[in-house]
């Protein structure tokens, strides 16, 4: 079953950006904090689409192709849960991944990521925010060992 491998991958994402921010604290390095950015986008995109599978295989909700359908009954069942906050900080992963994606310059500087995006706007990526997206997919995962 395809949502089992998915779980089970999440699982390991899990732990290797525990290990990874760990690390973080003492290497200031871009390329251990992209990485941990990278992987936080991953286990994040498969913890909320396991939660949506959860509740469409339990006939609690029906899924569409319609990506904003999906994302509103997401943030449906997080007011449902108390999680509103921690989904909308997985949001904000999904939108600091992307101008990750699409920038062409980045660097390190005093320990935070620079982003610079094709308009010249400043992103910064800190350990800090890295901890707080983990924490967010920390309770999410919880949250769906609970269901």
């Not at 990278?38 to 396991?50: D, F, M, N, P, V």
């Not at 069942?77 to 310059?105: A, P, Q």
């Not at 620079?114 to 995962?141: A, H, R, V």
């Amino acid at each position: 079953m395809k949502h089992s491998e998915e779980i089970k991958e999440f699982n390991e994402l899990y732990k290797t950006i525990e290990k990874s921010l760990f690390l973080s604290r003492f290497l200031k390095n871009k390329n251990i904090l992209l990485n941990c950015l990278e992987e936080e986008h991953r286990a994040g995109k498969l913890l909320l689409t396991s939660i949506l599978k959860n509740y469409h295989l339990k006939g609690k909700i029906t899924l569409t192709q319609n990506v904003e359908e999906n994302k509103q009954k997401l943030i449906e069942i997080s007011k449902e849960n108390n999680l509103v906050e921690e989904v909308l900080n997985i949001f904000e992963l999904f939108n600091l991944y992307k101008k990750h994606k699409s920038s062409s310059i980045e660097f390190l500087r005093q320990g935070k990521i620079i982003i610079l995006d094709e308009n010249q706007n400043i992103e910064k990526i800190t350990l800090e925010k890295l901890k707080t997206f983990f924490d967010s997919i920390k309770k999410g995962k919880e949250f769906f060992n609970s269901l």
